[in-house]
């Protein structure tokens, strides 16, 4: 059973606008959530976490919401920009060490 | 730093044949990870190892996966014998333990196609 949820596969955001991913969990248990960026052939490359004992982090133009009595967690990108066009995983650390991905959400930025 | 290093970065083999995947982690990093990208499954972690010691390998599929560290500069994953649904792209990422929130570093992967 799938432990991260990540129910939108795609978003098209207008170049400027807001771009707002989302993401369900269900493991309470969890020492941070983490945002990963993947372009085609290259590995994942982290973005941006949040500890469990916050409710926001921000990094430059990417902002994290962590909701925890909704389980839910949100990766806000303030403006988009065509760059930013990628895949991108929310992915939960438990037991120190362990990351567990949801199946990701595909951005597409357009001009 | 040269970051993870995966070779090959493409491996095209017939069912039945033997493969092996190689990884090298950065320098100094303590924790070693393998996973499985697939269209269907997303991300699975198969295998993770602390200090060189295998620690989680509930993710491997099946006994044709073993993946080994001989040393903290170097791992393996084998597939023995390979399956056409063993086809996905196959990364390896490390990280200096505990990770804390600054996550895995990744390599570019290893896309396996089995015919």
């Known amino acids: 059973d799938q432990q991260v949820k990540q129910n939108s596969p795609s978003l098209s955001v207008q170049e400027g606008r807001i771009s707002i991913l989302n993401c369900d969990y269900t493991?309470?248990?969890?020492?941070?959530f983490l945002w990963y960026k993947k372009y085609p052939a290259e590995g994942p490359t982290f973005l941006i976490s949040i500890s469990s004992i916050k409710d926001k982090n921000e990094d430059g133009r990417f902002t994290v919401f962590l909701n925890k009595s909704a389980k839910h967690l949100s990766l806000h990108i303030v403006p988009s920009q065509p760059g930013d066009s990628a895949v991108y995983f929310c992915?939960?650390?438990?037991?120190?060490?362990?990351?567990?991905f949801g199946t990701g959400t595909r951005l597409q930025v357009f001009p | 730093d040269a970051g993870v290093i995966q070779s090959p970065r493409h491996e095209v083999t017939e069912m039945g044949q033997e493969v092996t995947l190689r990884c090298k982690p950065i320098s100094g990093h303590n924790s070693l990870f393998w996973y499985r990208q697939t269209m269907m499954r997303g991300l699975e972690l198969l295998i993770y190892f602390n200090n060189n010691v295998p620690i989680d390998d509930s993710g491997m599929p099946e006994d044709r996966f073993s993946a080994k560290m001989p040393n903290a500069s170097f791992s393996t994953l084998k597939i023995q014998p390979s399956e056409p649904r063993d086809s996905a792209v196959y990364f390896c990422?490390?990280?200096?333990?505990?990770?804390?929130?600054?996550?895995?570093?990744f390599g570019s992967g290893t896309r396996l196609t089995v015919v």
């Open positions: 992915a939960e650390l438990y037991n120190t060490d362990k990351l567990i």
């Open positions: 493991n309470s248990m969890f020492d941070y």
């Open positions: 990422a490390s990280t200096l333990s505990p990770t804390g929130g600054r996550g895995y570093t």
